[in-house]
């Protein structure tokens, strides 16, 4: 039987595809690394004691960024790969939540999220997020999120394979 951090990971394959999509990221470890120095909050995991049950990660990113992205000009590598570290960020990518399917519909990855936001905001100045979504559940999650923190949501909306 595999633990909560193979499901997760598991899971993340079947839905992202990123190993075989050169425009995702497939994070690994270094990706991890390059999250956390844009900004600490940039990973969030919600571990109940026997491993992660719910991952979400965000990157905080400037406006000329997000715009490209929208219009297609760039990929979500990109995205890491060109926002600078130690900058000053006023959009904030909505990248990718997961949660096991047992502990899904209770607000989990709305409150990572949430929570991911409310931090980089004591920091940057947010203006807007944006979102690439991947399911139906992921675009309900980045407008709830939205309106909850208040913030206009644009979304990348070409088909995914």
């Known amino acids: 039987m595999l633990n909560n951090l193979e499901r997760l990971i598991q899971l993340a394959e079947e839905v992202f595809s990123a190993r075989t999509d050169p425009d995702q990221l497939d994070v690994d470890e270094e990706v ?30 400037t406006t000329e960024i997000m ?17 600078p570290e130690g900058g000053t960020y006023d959009t904030l990518y909505l990248c990718s939540a997961l949660v ?3 502990y899904r519909q209770k607000g989990i990855a709305k409150e990572l999220c949430i929570k991911a936001i409310e931090k980089i905001c004591v920091d940057h100045p947010l203006k807007a997020l944006f979102v ?6 992921g675009e309900q999650l ?3 999120v939205a309106k909850q923190v208040g913030l206009p949501i644009f979304k990348r909306t070409e088909i995914h394979k």
Do not use: C, Y
């Open 32 to 61: 991890l690394n390059s999250l956390k120095n844009i900004h600490p909050a940039s990973v969030s995991e919600l571990d109940v004691g026997q491993g992660p049950i719910a991952w979400v990660l965000v990157i905080p990113t």
């Open 67 to 83: 715009t490209q992205f929208l219009h297609r000009k760039m990929s979500e590598k990109d995205i890491l790969d060109l926002t």
């Open 100 to 102: 096991l399917e047992e």
């Open 132 to 137: 690439w979504s991947f399911t139906k559940e």
């Open 142 to 144: 980045a407008d709830k």
